[in-house]
């Protein structure tokens, strides 16, 4: 079955400090692979997306950055934090005409 | 606009009774699925139910049942005989195209003992 392997599950970090955020799948090949981020009590925002190696799309212009250095691995990082860049980050991958399958998230503070 | 609308921001529903959330969303394109996840305080985010836009009957996986309204562009959720259990958000999502997944803003539900 597909999984998705996100760590840490919480983390607090200083502002200016830089993030590394990373998940792996497995059980799928060449999945699509999405960052979210959700604010308390809120809906999914769509961060970044990847429909393969090295191709990251971004949905919204911030102080985030993706990568995929390979097929089964999906990197959020950001060089300085922000106090903003609080919340609970999902990893989430797709394979073709399934459903998304989720990490258990991580929960940021930046404080 | 809003392509997928969840109408109901919370809901408090007595135990054993069933639950209807509300879900209708706005495409263009013939070929879409809808999805609905359940999100307990932990954060994960569990797959219910999926229904693909040319699927001629309503999806079922257990309790959970997709009243799919293709004319009226709805995909309701409804759990028959709630459970304390199934207090959590629920979100209903869209497939639009290989790779857009557009989501609803959830639906807190609290079930009362």
């Known amino acids: 079955s597909q999984t998705i392997h996100q760590w840490p599950a919480t983390l607090v970090q200083p502002v200016g400090s830089p993030l590394s955020l990373e998940c792996t799948v497995e059980?799928?090949?060449?999945?699509?692979l999405y960052w979210y981020r959700q604010a308390a009590g809120r809906g999914l925002q769509l961060l970044f997306y990847?429909?393969?190696?090295?191709?990251i799309s971004s949905e919204v212009p911030q102080n985030l950055s993706a990568s995929r250095p390979q097929d089964r691995q999906f990197i959020l990082s950001s060089k300085k934090l922000l106090l903003s860049d609080s919340g609970f980050y999902l990893c989430?991958?797709?394979?073709?005409?399934?459903?998304?399958?989720f990490g258990q998230g991580t929960r940021l503070t930046v404080v | 606009a809003q392509k997928i609308t969840q109408t109901q921001p919370g809901m408090f529903v007595q135990e054993k009774e069933a639950v209807t959330l509300d879900c209708t969303y706005d495409t263009s394109d013939p070929s879409y699925g809808l999805f609905w996840y359940k999100q307990p305080s932990s954060g994960e985010m569990i797959f219910l139910i999926y229904?693909?836009?040319?699927d001629q009957q309503n999806a079922t996986e257990g309790r959970y049942s997709l009243n799919f309204q293709k004319a009226r562009k709805s995909a309701n959720l409804v759990i028959s005989a709630s459970q304390l259990g199934d207090s959590a958000m629920y979100f209903c999502?869209?497939?639009?195209?290989?790779?857009?997944?557009?989501w609803g803003a959830g639906t807190k539900l609290i079930i009362k003992p």
């Open positions: 229904q693909g836009s040319y």
């Open positions: 990847s429909v393969g190696i090295g191709q």
């Open positions: 059980g799928t090949s060449n999945p699509n």
């Open positions: 989430a991958g797709q394979g073709e005409n399934t459903e998304a399958f």
């Open positions: 999502a869209m497939r639009e195209g290989p790779y857009q997944l557009i």
